[in-house]
Each structure stands twice: as C-alpha cells, then as structure tokens.
C-alpha cells in the first residue's frame, strides 16, 4: 500500500494530490460563478415585477429539477456539438472539444447558482426592513445601503446555507470525471485501473473529499464567528 502511495516517480502520491488541487480549484470556481449566477437569482425572485419573478423561479426549477450529470453531459458533450456546428458555417471541420475544466465550472456553477439563489433570498428576507428604511429616511445613497447595510447582513445570513452549497458543489466535482478531467474521481479511477487496487484507491479518495470537507467546515465556521463578533460589536457601539 505504501508502495503504491508513495511521491516517486512509480507512486500515485502526486497524482492523487495534483487531483485533489483540481476538484478544489473546479469546486471554488464553480462557486464563484454560482454566487453571480445565484445573485441574480435571488433578485429575479425578489423582484416586484411579475415577469422576473417568474424568471427566477423557472431557472431554479429547471436547474434543480434536471439530474446534475445529465447538465455536464448537455454542455459539454452537447456544446460541443452545438459550436461545432456553428463553425461548419464558417468553412471549419471537425468536431470542436470544449475546455472540460472551463464546463465543468460552468455545469456546476449554473446548478450551484439556482440553490445560491434561495440562500440568498432567504438572507435577503431575514433583513430587517427598518435598517433600509431608516437609510432611506436619512438620504443615504442607493447603492450605499447596499453596500453597508445589505450586502454585509445578507452574507452574514447566508454564510450557513453556502456551507452546504459549497458541500454539494465539492461532491458534484466528482461528476465532471466524465470528461476526462483528472479530478480526484477519475485520479482514483486510473490509479484503481492500473493496479487493480480498488478498495485502496476508492478509499484514498473518499478520504480526501473527507479532509476537504473538514476544512471547509472549519473555514465556513471561523468566518460565521467573525461575521457575528463584528456584527455585535457594531451593534454594541451603535447602541452606546
């Protein structure tokens, strides 16, 4: 087993860590397209017009309706045949293959951004309307309220919910494996491959996704008791 997972040139050491770079760099850009993705969401739904309020609520639906895999095989596999197609219009040939890290991060980042969404609206209505309107009421610019009284509290209540988001977008990762990106998914399928070492490898990945999972516990809980210390001694000060 050691021989196996040792950092030499014949050992999967390097593999399965360069891997586990990759599914974590896949997991935050998916993210960080989902945050804007979920933004406009979570402002479509709180809209006070109809049509996009019904916008929002279609993408989500949509997105959380329709099994994770089948949307990385649709843009990948059917982007590329899109934009294939598109080229034979201008004299090209062949079939053109999109980045896999680039619509992995896109796959996972739409998905990611419909349940964003819902974490951010929900953020958005555990704001007291007084702190707005109390703003609004002293003159205070727009786009200064959201920047010191909205965007600051809505992050500071969505931090729980994009725990689990982060969680089901670093499982999710596991998925863009179908295109032959080497994550730590289809790094564990090689390595079980051309060992023969199944059970050893499966479990070396199941391991990782484990220690990526505690620290991101860890990280989403030290910001959480940051974002509440300084939310209370604002409150503390404003109040004296």
Not at 78 to 100: C, D, K, N, T, Y
Not at 158 to 176: E, F, I, R, T, Y
Request: glycine letters at 12%; charged letters at 15%.
């Amino acid at each position: 087993m050691m021989e196996l997972f040792n950092f030499s040139d014949s050992g999967w050491g390097w593999p399965m860590l360069s891997a586990a770079l990759t599914t974590l760099l896949l997991s935050v850009a998916a993210v960080g397209v989902g945050a804007v993705v979920g933004a406009m969401v979570a402002a479509a739904k709180l809209s006070e017009h109809r049509f996009f309020r019904l916008l929002g609520e279609g993408y989500s639906v949509v997105f959380r309706g329709i099994p994770e895999l089948l949307i990385i095989y649709l843009f990948y596999f059917g982007g590329g045949a899109l934009v294939s197609q598109i080229g034979q219009l201008f004299g090209a040939s062949g079939f053109v293959e999109l980045p896999p890290f680039m619509i992995g991060a896109l796959a996972i980042g739409l998905i990611s951004g419909s349940y964003q969404g819902e974490v951010y609206r929900a953020a958005r209505l555990a704001l007291r309307a007084g702190e707005v309107e109390a703003a609004a009421a002293i003159g205070m610019p727009r786009w200064r309220i959201l920047q010191r009284i909205i965007v600051p509290q809505v992050v500071r209540y969505a931090l729980p919910g994009m725990s689990n988001v982060w969680q089901m977008s670093l499982k999710d990762s596991a998925l863009v494996s179908v295109t032959g990106i080497v994550e730590l998914m289809r790094a564990s399928q090689l390595a079980a491959g051309s060992t023969r070492d199944y059970f050893g490898f499966y479990l070396a990945g199941g391991i990782c996704y484990l220690v990526l999972t505690l620290f991101s516990n860890q990280a989403f809980k030290r910001a959480e008791t940051r974002m509440n210390r300084a939310y209370l001694q604002r409150t503390a000060a404003a109040g004296g």
